[in-house]
Nanobody
Framework: QVQLVESGGGLVQAGGSLRLSCAVSGRTLSTYAMGWFRQAPGKEREFVAGISRSPGNTYYADSVKGRFTISRDNAKNTVYLQLNSLKPEDTAVYYC?????????????WGQGTQVTVSS
C-alpha cells in the first residue's frame, strides 16, 4: 500500500510563497500520476494540480493557474507544489494522492495533509 506524507505548510501573508512536499513510500512514485488536493473548513476537498507519471504533462484548477506549480522527482519519490502569490482563499489543508487519467484519486486513502494558512 502506498504511504503519503505531506509537509511544508505554514502561516504566510497574502502574496507570499510556500513549497509543499509529498513523500511517497510503499510503491515506486513513477508508477503513478499524482495530484494535489485541498480542503478548506466547511468545504469539500477539491482538485488543485496534477502531473503525469513522467514529468511531462501538468494540469491546474483555474483558481490556481499561473500561481501554483506542480513538479516531481521520481528518483526522490517526492512530489512538490510551489505556491506563489498566495491569497487568503488558498487557506486549506493540502493533500497529495495518486490519480487516474482524469486526475481523480485512485484510492480512498489520504495522508495527514499539511495546513496552509494565508493571512490578509
Amino acid at each position: 500500500q502506498v504511504q503519503l506524507v505531506e509537509s511544508g505548510g505554514g502561516l504566510v501573508q497574502a502574496g507570499g510563497s510556500l513549497r509543499l512536499s509529498c513523500a511517497v513510500s510503499g510503491r515506486t512514485l513513477s508508477t503513478y500520476a499524482m495530484g494535489w488536493f485541498r480542503q478548506a473548513p466547511g468545504k469539500e476537498r477539491e482538485f488543485v494540480a496534477g502531473i503525469s507519471r513522467s514529468p511531462g504533462n501538468t494540469y491546474y484548477a483555474d483558481s490556481v493557474k499561473g500561481r501554483f506549480t506542480i513538479s516531481r522527482d521520481n528518483a526522490k519519490n517526492t512530489v512538490y507544489l510551489q505556491l506563489n502569490s498566495l491569497k487568503p482563499e488558498d487557506t486549506a489543508v493540502y493533500y497529495c494522492a495518486p490519480v487516474n487519467a482524469l486526475y481523480s484519486p485512485l484510492y480512498n486513502y489520504w495522508g495527514q495533509g499539511t495546513q496552509v494558512t494565508v493571512s490578509s
